[in-house]
């Protein structure tokens, strides 16, 4: 019979002790964080041997008997630990090990560590699991408690990830007002006004890609008065472009101010992909005979 790994050894105590019966002198809690620090020591040595998934679930069990001892914070701590080694080889098993990780952290009021598992959430449902709808929610839950933490920079950093995300799922007002509302927190800082007039770009493109050019308008006037600088940028006189050439139904004038606006600014993904939107529906569009 082969011998067993350390790791696999270091198990076996482990379920042993959390199975075991207290005897005279030991309470049950003392029996679970003896186990708990097993469960902990197993789960290293199949780190060490790269076996992810069954660390994963020694640090789970471990988890579990922090629980059972009303060890908050280590349960908090060993469900973290456990997300760590699932990421490397079940990404959504990572996501059901950080929202144990976050039930612990909302009850014990950290809400600011709850945030950045949450946005850990939002980036596995983006990057591995490509479900824009739960990357969106758990973004747009990241930010809200870091606004209440006071982490500004860090919760519009979300918010515009949930606003992306919306317009990728075609949701333009939200993303409008998620746009518009990032820019609102940037204006009074001079570190973050710069960006003012990429969010309000976007949130113009997504007007557009409405069909609306109405309120792609009224929303220029409405920046021009809140940052009277903005009239004047290359952003700006873009997005007066666009909205004459949507209206009159004119796709070279549409394709050569993009085609010029990217020499020197390179468009990214997100805008490549919704100018093609809007192109397509003036190209769909009933001409005007």
Known sequence: MPSKSPAQSLLDKADKKANSSTGWFSSASTKFEEAGDLYQQAANAFKIEKLFKEAGDAHAREAECREKSQEGNEAANAWWNAAKAYKRIDPSLAVQALSQTITHLTKAGRFRQAADREKEIGQIYLQELNDLRKACDS??????????????????????????????????????????????????????????????????????????????????TKYGSLDTTFVSTREAKFVGVLVDAVEAGDVETFTAAVFEFDQVTKLDNWKTNILLKIKKSIDEAPGLT
């Open 139 to 220: 973004f747009e839950r990241a930010a809200d408690w870091y606004t209440q933490e006071d982490a500004t920079a860090t919760a519009n950093a979300c918010y515009k990830d949930a606003a992306d995300l919306h317009a990728d799922l075609e949701e333009y007002a939200q993303a409008i007002s998620r746009y518009e509302q990032v820019a609102n927190g940037s204006l009074n800082s001079a570190l973050t006004k710069y960006s003012v007039k990429e969010y309000w770009l976007r949130s113009s493109l997504c007007a557009l890609a409405m069909g609306d050019t109405v309120t792609a308008k009224r929303n220029l």
